[in-house]
């Protein structure tokens, strides 16, 4: 694939990496002169300086035949602007793009940006999954603001050797896996027992994520 | 009508200045406190109409009125940053009339066929240039 990446930071230069070994023809634009010159003596001629967000530089980097182009940069603005260029002028099938404010994560999906990464989110989710009990593991933003948890059932809990069809879940919340201890998928069937220590993965709305841990991890 | 106007630069100064003296409650922001010594002394110390900003967090927008503006208008010398907090007050915000500036003739034929109000500051200026060039 295409792909063109606009911002060659530190994300950028290792997402580019990680592309190029991967076999994908990639191309980085990148405001800094150092970086772009950094990125040239690593990979070869696949960089030029300029506003990603610019029409002509977009032109120049060939973003009209890409694949993907991913916005990397640490301004939300200009990963908008690049992002919606590539989408409407240049009709670019998929947009990727960091948000580094969590508030803009709502517009970009309004605006119909295909992937947002929001690295607040992330780093919020990899702490919550340190934090003992009380708070859902392994929680992943997912669009229409809902989320997708996973968590472990505890020994104590009230519905460890219930059936699914027993469980009575909050609105909108969806068990999309079952993972036992040893690893192994559960089917998802109403006749489908829960036990201790099995990870329960589901799709739930955002302010759900806690009535769920509630539900699943209650006493019995 | 509540007008939020953000940027105060020289074109932000006039749109606030022209909206004051029509009798419009006018709140400007910028990222820098001395933009708005530009303004009018009297309009400059009315309570709540300057703001220390850069129309990034929400809280801020919120804090200068945006969600009883009937209008958003988006005067920065940064055109993306204008179109993030266009698209924001348009979409977030469902505030009734949103315009914003952008510089680039090509990004803002590009907003405006995505339904927002723009306003191309170079393609103005060089339209009434040329006019004033041409017989």
Same mark, same amino acid.
């Given at each position: 694939m295409y792909i063109v990446v606009v911002g060659g930071g530190m994300v950028g230069f290792h997402l580019t990496r990680a592309l190029f070994n991967a076999g994908h023809e990639v191309f980085v634009v990148d405001i800094d002169g150092k970086r772009v010159d950094e990125l040239i003596s690593h990979f070869g001629n696949i960089a030029i300086k300029g506003d990603g967000s610019e029409p002509s530089i977009q032109t120049a980097a060939g973003v009209a035949r890409a694949d993907i182009l991913i916005a990397t940069t640490s301004t939300d603005e200009d990963n908008l602007a690049a992002c919606q260029l590539a989408k409407h002028?240049? =009709? *670019?099938p998929k947009t990727v793009t960091l948000i580094n %404010? #969590?508030?803009d994560e709502n517009l970009f999906d309004i605006l119909g940006i295909d992937v947002i990464v929001s690295s607040t989110q992330l780093l919020l989710a990899a702490i919550e999954e340190e934090l003992p009990a009380h708070s859902p593991a392994h929680v992943l933003p997912v669009r229409g603001n809902r989320e997708a948890a996973a968590i472990e059932i505890p020994? =104590? /809990?009230? *519905? @460890?050797? &219930? &059936?699914? /069809?027993?469980i009575q879940l909050p #609105? +909108?919340? =969806? $068990?999309v896996a079952i993972v036992s201890r040893d690893g192994t998928l559960k089917p998802i069937t109403d006749d489908t027992f829960l036990e201790a220590h099995d990870e329960v993965v589901a799709v739930t709305v955002a302010d759900q994520a806690e009535a769920l841990l509630e539900v699943l991890s209650r006493e019995g | 009508m509540n007008v939020v106007v953000m940027g105060c630069g020289r074109i932000g100064t006039q749109i606030v200045t022209a909206l004051w003296k029509e009798g419009h409650s006018v709140r400007v922001l910028d990222s *820098?406190? +001395? /933009?708005?010594? @530009?303004? #009018?002394k009297e309009l400059r110390e009315l +309570?709540? @109409?300057?703001l220390v900003s850069d129309g990034i967090l929400e809280e801020e927008l919120v804090e200068a009125g945006i969600q009883d503006a009937d209008v958003f208008v988006a005067v920065s010398n940064r055109d993306n940053r204008n179109a993030l907090a266009a698209q924001k007050a348009k979409h $977030?915000? %469902? *505030? #009734?009339k949103v315009v914003c500036r952008v510089g680039d003739p090509e990004r803002q034929e590009m907003y405006s066929k995505l339904g927002l109000a723009t306003v191309s500051s170079t393609k103005v200026t060089s339209a009434l240039i040329l006019e004033a060039v041409l017989p």
């Open positions: 002028q240049f =009709n *670019v %404010n #969590p508030e020994i =104590n /809990s009230g *519905v @460890a050797g &219930k &059936k699914l /069809s027993a #609105p +909108e919340t =969806n $068990i | *820098v406190g +001395e /933009s708005f010594l @530009a303004l #009018p +309570e709540g @109409a300057t $977030i915000f %469902n *505030v #009734p």
